[in-house]
């Protein structure tokens, strides 16, 4: 069973970062969304992308960490926090709490809000949860070694 459960591990390490290497390149043309600013469907596109490429990306990294706590420990943990505080003691996240938080934003991005609304989901996702993807994929990419977390965005380009 280990070896099968390894090469679970592995397909969804790969799964992982080519989810967040797709949010990444979507924060490579993301201008910030303007409130005052009414925006074409077209226009619209890019945002959506960035949106649906985030909680695509969040959701695989926790069936990521449900395979490695399985793998590194043994056992399936029975909440969701208890997953990301054996995740957070692996170093494959800075912070429970945040975890959960990019978890909930996906309830709010799929709710219509106001500009104003909109416009802080946006920044929630590139200035605070879009770095700690990327470092999960540093983590991945160095074997499940600890990785610092990012100062600034640019800093964990892929």
């Known amino acids: 069973m280990s070896?099968?459960?390894?090469i679970l591990a592995q397909r969804a390490r790969q799964k992982?970062?080519?989810?967040i290497s797709l949010v990444?390149?979507?924060?490579?043309?993301?201008?910030?969304?303007n409130t005052t600013k009414k925006y074409t469907p077209d226009e619209l596109e890019p945002y959506d992308a960035l949106a649906n490429r985030y909680i695509r990306a969040v959701e695989i990294c926790i069936k990521?960490?449900?395979?490695?706590?399985r793998l590194q420990f043994g056992e399936a943990s029975e909440t969701y926090r208890d997953l990301l505080n054996r995740m957070e003691?692996?170093?494959?996240?800075?912070?429970?709490?945040q975890w959960i938080e990019m978890r909930d934003l996906r309830n709010?991005?799929?709710?219509?809000y106001l500009p104003e609304q909109i416009e802080q989901l946006f920044d929630l996702i590139t200035q605070h949860h879009a770095p700690e993807l990327l470092a999960v994929s540093q983590w991945i990419k160095r074997?499940?070694?600890?990785?610092?977390?990012?100062?600034?965005?640019?800093s964990f380009r892929l």
């Open 108 to 112: 709010r991005i799929v709710h219509d």
């Open 143 to 154: 074997g499940g070694q600890e990785v610092k977390q990012p100062t600034r965005l640019d």
């Open 16 to 19: 992982a970062l080519a989810a």
């Open 64 to 69: 990521l960490f449900r395979t490695e706590e």
């Open 89 to 97: 003691k692996l170093n494959a996240i800075s912070s429970t709490g």
């Open 3 to 6: 070896k099968d459960l390894e």
């Open 24 to 33: 990444d390149a979507s924060l490579a043309k993301y201008h910030p969304y």
